[in-house]
T-cell receptor
Framework: EAGVAQSPRYKIIEKRQSVAFWCNPI?????LYWYQQILGQGPKLLIQ????????DSQLPKDRFSAERLKGVDSTLKIQPAKLEDSAVYLC????????????FGNGTRLTVT | DQQVKQNSPSLSVQEGRISILNCDYT??????FLWYKKYPAEGPTFLIS???IKDKNEDGRFTVFLNKSAKHLSLHIVPSQPGDSAVYFC???????????WGAGTKLIIKP
């Protein structure tokens, strides 16, 4: 099966600019996650969708971050305006809702804010 | 408050020997634990998991041990191979929401 697709792979922007990331999950996976991973740390959950509904966005900085999953398939994550501390790898993951099936991750987008 | 801790940032092991990666947790409500492996510039990939009703799960060269009383789990890789060089993350969840709490990772280096 095709894996989780993310784009772009790399992005460099200046602070206060905006940026958007795109994710296409594995076909049939109802649950989609966006994680932020800062160098030397484990992934931190930003938002979890089930189909096109939000399950958890308690750690999403809503004053600058937004995410949507229209039609319950692809998802976009946006940052506006970006801050220096947003420099990180943004990982998208998806999973089937069957039992304890594991998360499948994309290769991530490395964001550098200068 | 780090609920999942991997206290060794890095570990170096000779090829062919056993690699043991450790993970401690503080939340007694965690009932499902996973190990993920990550190569540079790639996303984490699932390696092995264990439910709290078990104390051991084995898959080929990989074995995970769970000690609930000590709130400790470990991943054993035997024998270690050069392709095992990667960062290994421990993660835990509780209940049915499958929201994983992650450790900071341990970088495993397998020496030839």
């Amino acid at each position: 099966e095709a894996g989780v697709a993310q784009s772009p792979r790399y992005k460099i922007i200046e602070k206060r600019q905006s940026v958007a990331f795109w994710c296409n999950p594995i076909s049939g996976h109802a649950t989609l996650y966006w994680y932020q991973q800062i160098l030397g740390q484990g992934p931190k959950l930003l938002i979890q969708f089930q189909n096109n509904g939000v399950v958890d966005d308690s750690q999403l900085p809503k004053d600058r971050f937004s995410a949507e999953r229209l039609k319950g398939v692809d998802s976009t994550l946006k940052i506006q305006p970006a801050k220096l501390e947003d420099s990180a790898v943004y990982l998208c993951a998806s999973r089937s809702i069957r039992g304890n099936s594991p998360l499948h991750f994309g290769n991530g987008t490395r964001l550098t804010v200068t | 408050d780090q609920q999942v801790k991997q206290n060794s940032p890095s570990l170096s092991v000779q090829e062919g020997r056993i690699s043991i990666l450790n993970c401690d947790y503080t939340n007694s409500m965690f009932d499902y634990f996973l190990w993920y492996k990550k190569y540079p510039a790639e996303g984490p990939t699932f390696l092995i998991s264990i439910s709290s009703i078990k104390d051991k799960n084995e898959d080929g060269r990989f074995t995970v041990f769970l000690n609930k009383s000590a709130k400790h789990l470990s991943l054993h890789i035997v024998p270690s191979q050069p392709g095992d060089s990667a960062v290994y993350f421990c993660a835990a969840s509780s209940g049915s929401n499958y929201q994983l709490i992650w450790g900071a990772g341990t970088k495993l280096i397998i020496k030839p």
